[in-house]
């Protein structure tokens, strides 16, 4: 084979249009991929169609999966299958506007006013996924040659559970990924670690009874309040077992759904037979599921010790998805903290992700490094009036584009 000259990263960055690449985070925005389960057509697809469309018209390998009924994952990639397998992540789908009228900019409507793109997704993550786009795209345009492949992925499902992240993990280009870069919004700070979380559904029963002689049945909802006295003293066991973190709050542990009776009509003079509740677990890095789940076991019988005659118990939703951390002599930290530098001129600041993301799934189910870095003000998320910089989203795609060509240097 003849020999390529190495494309300097300066050559690919120039290639980076922020016309081209405000345009396309404007077009993801306005096609609304909020999921509605039960509402036929409220999915991801129209956005996945369009990214698909968008990335096969530039060439790349395609590889399209469908996760669940239109709800499909699209992967491309540029270079050698032989080698390393760098990922950059984006997720299509979107929270719910809300109500639009309390929205200054229509939230579907992608408005650019005074260097900012409003709308829902702008931030959480249309910009992060065009910005990975169109960086792939610029590195495939230069002809550069790559010591491994590129992979972009656009995934279902990140705002529910996970079913696109998790589908991957199962697919040959998901098991033969090293790496990979999550560009949720982070403000373009390099992110090392990301909480993890638990929800834990407890569940108290007892014996149904009438209101006026509570002795004649054990009241589960007695039970329940047990357990969230000892919400306190569960954190504060949890912050002992996880490691500080500069960038990360410590662990909490917040109750979220209290419910009783959990079947049946409610009445004023019936003790249920069954109360539950579901606690918000946040951890910080460092015990496995082992560790985390015996302190909720120990709650959970701490009230059951309360109330004779009551049992307590708990699952998780959803599993585990405990909090990641990566160190910074990872060659993809490396790499990107070069990248950072080369694409902005500045050193990189670094932080950490307040949840999980699909980042959380890749490292747990592959166990690859994964960085979260992407464009959009952390707290933005979820929010009325959701918008994105465009000068951090140029940023993005510059700070991809330079560290996938450090990370996948030949
Ligand atoms: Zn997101």
Redo the contacts with the bound molecule.
Sequence with gaps: MAAVAAVRPSAVLSRIDEGELVELTRDLIRIPSVVRPGEPGATEAAVAAYVERWLRREGFEVEVHEVAPGRPNVLAWVGEANGPALLLEG?TDVVTEGNAAEWRYAPFGADLVEGRIYGRGSA??KSGLAAAMIAAAAIKRSGARLGGRLVVGALVD??GDMIGAKHLCTTALGRALSAAIVC??EQNELCLEQRGVVWARVTARGRMAHGAMPEAGVNPISALGALLREVPALERQLRRLCRRSPHLRPPTVTPTIVQAPVQGVPQSNVIPSVAQATLDVRLTPGPDGDAVAKEIDVACQRAMDAVPGATVEWQAINGFRLATRVERSEPLVRAMVRGVRQATGRAPRFGGVPGS?DGTILRMTLGIPIVTCGPGNRLI?HQVDEHVEVRELVDAAKIYVASALNFLKP
């Design positions: 997720h959480d993550m990140e705002e949720e919004p993301t998320p």
